[in-house]
């Protein structure tokens, strides 16, 4: 009977910490940290993602002895920040850079959680319930996991956005030091995340008629970086990046909407609901924006560039909208917390199954973004092997001035693995599911002797014929200039 009067105590303990804001965190901190880190338990030799491996890892095994001015000079316009911390575990701490990505990436995600979770009680002020529930519907969103796959910059931009809204609502008198410092570290983290914040704080100014001059006093030195990170002005923003010129108007526009279906369609019931009720003003200018920014697409080339990245950040204010649905929908009462708890439910076991790559209905629906699960990287871990046995063939057989040519997807394994690397052949790559034909002719103007292609044995491509293969990745040598 004692035990079971300790086991009851012990259960209301814990769960009053869970409902101090300090507990809540480290509820949240916690369960970003393991969910993102399954992955990279599963994937124990290389860290899982993208551009942790295609654009990341390569330009970190470049910073063992570089000085730090170097690196933050290098990545200016690349999201310095992340590259000034990894420089810092890389040469303090002494770590691989593999080691670091691996736990880098979980650890973002679960101060990512942290911050949403501050930002959706304190800045919006939520009541305890509908907090919790916002932020655990998003650690297990589709969409959040997707960014904190490879987006470690985005990631980290965020973790900073949410950070200056959540300070904005405060009644501090320095809240607009706080807020001009951390959109410093925002624009420095990644520029079109910190584009976010600006809309929505000069947005709330314009709106409430109210703080515009300390608005633009506090915003000024982070909109002037923003300025130079994006070729002064906004150039940045409009122009050839808008669409995939190599599928064409009509598929970037499709694959828009696709994306956006597989990430939000079970959302969308309480999202529209909540929508068409009460509007808070700073999720509405968010949604506004980031909805604007992700559909701009169907104005062609006038679009705004990256529709799948401003697609992705509609989870989080869909999240709290969802919440707040989910509240006019009545689950929060008594009698329908069983509704609740199903519907909750039901995401955190999608989130669970994308995250270990057991399950996923992502594969149902090919696009050009989101990947299937968490559990792999830019290619398949059966080809990993694969590639590097065809990048140490390319080692000892490239003729020397030659050039390889290699699609996004194989880039940084080739400088990872390929010791010859633009020091006597040089490496040049090209966009995903694009074609070579586009760097040809700069190989050829580059006048390289030889040009070598790694790609996968069961594709042909025009131009190209096979030297050597293993497995399923081979080298193709361009017979053009025989």
Aim: proline share 2%; hydrophobic share 55%; aromatic share 18%.
């Amino acid at each position: 009977m004692k035990s079971l009067l300790r086991s009851a105590d012990f259960a209301v303990r814990a769960f009053g910490f869970l409902r101090q804001d300090v507990g809540s965190c480290l509820l949240f901190f916690v369960c970003g940290l393991v969910l993102r880190g399954v992955p990279e338990l599963l994937v124990s030799w290389y860290p899982v993602g993208y551009e942790t491996i295609t654009w990341y890892a390569p330009g970190m095994m470049t910073f063992a002895g570089r000085g730090l001015g170097d690196v933050f000079v290098e990545f200016f316009r690349s999201g310095p920040l992340f590259y000034v911390l990894m420089w810092f575990a890389v040469n303090v701490f002494g770590a691989h850079p593999f080691v670091v990505l691996k736990v880098f990436g979980p650890l973002l995600y679960g101060c990512l959680a942290v911050s949403f979770f501050a930002f959706v009680r304190r800045g919006l002020r939520l009541e305890w319930r509908l907090a919790f529930v916002a932020t655990l519907l998003l650690v297990f969103q589709v969409a959040a996991l997707r960014v904190s796959w490879d987006r470690f910059r985005t990631v980290l931009g965020l973790v900073f956005v949410f950070s200056a809204l959540t300070v904005l609502r405060s009644d501090s008198r320095r809240k607009w030091w706080f807020v001009g410092g951390l959109a410093i570290l925002a624009v420095f983290s990644r520029e079109y995340v910190a584009l976010v914040l600006f809309v929505v704080i000069l947005g709330l100014a314009v709106w409430e008629r109210r703080n515009a001059v300390r608005s633009l006093v506090a915003l000024a030195p982070a909109l002037l970086v923003f300025g130079v990170v994006v070729y002064f002005g906004l150039a940045g923003l409009v122009g050839s990046y808008a669409l995939d010129a190599s599928r064409g108007y009509l598929w970037t526009v499709q694959d828009a909407f696709v994306i956006f279906l597989v990430c939000y369609v079970a959302l969308l019931p309480f999202v529209v609901w909540r929508l068409l009720r009460k509007r808070d003003r700073l999720v509405s200018l968010m949604v506004a924006w980031l909805f604007f920014a992700s559909f701009s697409v169907v104005l062609g080339w006038l679009a705004v560039p990256g529709y799948q990245r401003w697609l992705m950040l509609l989870v989080f204010p869909f999240c709290v909208l969802a919440v707040w649905g989910f509240e006019s929908f009545g689950l929060f009462g008594r009698r329908r917390l069983w509704a609740l708890v199903a519907v909750v439910l039901a995401f955190v076991v999608v989130g669970a199954g994308y995250s270990t790559g057991a399950y996923s209905y992502v594969g149902w629906f090919p696009n050009s973004y989101v990947a299937v699960n968490l559990a792999q990287s830019s290619v398949g871990w059966s080809e990993v092997d694969d590639v590097r046995a065809v990048l140490a063939w390319l080692d000892d057989h490239a003729v020397s001035g030659s050039s390889v040519l290699t699609e996004e997807c194989f880039y940084g394994w080739t400088l990872l693995y390929l010791e010859r690397a633009n020091v006597d052949v040089r490496v040049i790559a090209y966009g995903a599911a694009s074609s070579p034909d586009s760097v040809l002719e700069q190989a050829s103007s580059e006048g390289s002797s030889r040009v070598y292609l790694v790609w996968f044995t069961e594709r042909s491509v025009d131009g190209f014929s096979v030297i050597y293969s293993w497995n399923a990745v081979s080298a193709f040598e361009y017979v053009g200039f025989a």
